[in-house]
């Protein structure tokens, strides 16, 4: 069992940059891919990032690519999402997943956080 706590995020200008982050309980997080994904109102939620167990592979989509960057700790339990160059359409709930391999699909990950706000002012 894992379970996940998402903190970090807030309210920024478009242009703007936010850290989120994700603890993570239970002492086999090092075995977990872990990923980033977002729901904006009236979307589907949609895959941003992922990372491996390692960290030596990650996703992203495409949209964020270059301006988003997701890591790990596994000493701290702790995933990372540091968002750059934010712009309004990244506006969204934000949750960190955890599944035991890679995927994109929100359907197949197994935990949740409860998710964190980030809202992007132009």
């Known amino acids: 069992q894992v379970q996940l706590v998402e903190s970090g995020g807030g309210l920024v200008q478009s242009g703007g940059s936010l850290r989120l982050s994700c603890a993570a309980s239970?002492?086999?997080?090092?075995?977990?891919?872990m990923a980033w994904f977002r729901q904006a109102p009236g979307k589907e939620r949609e895959f941003v990032a992922a990372?491996?167990?390692?960290?030596?592979?990650?996703s992203y989509l495409d949209s964020v690519k270059g301006r988003f960057t997701i890591s790990r700790d596994n000493a701290k339990n702790t995933v990372y999402l540091q968002m750059d160059s934010l712009k309004p359409d990244d506006t969204a709930v934000y949750y960190c997943?955890?599944?035991?391999?890679?995927?994109?699909?929100?359907?197949?990950?197994?935990?949740w956080g409860q998710g964190t706000q980030v809202t992007v002012s132009s």
């Open positions: 997943a955890a599944r035991r391999s890679m995927s994109y699909t929100a359907a197949s990950y197994d935990y």
């Open positions: 239970g002492r086999t997080f090092s075995s977990y891919v």
């Open positions: 990372i491996s167990w390692s960290g030596g592979t990650t």
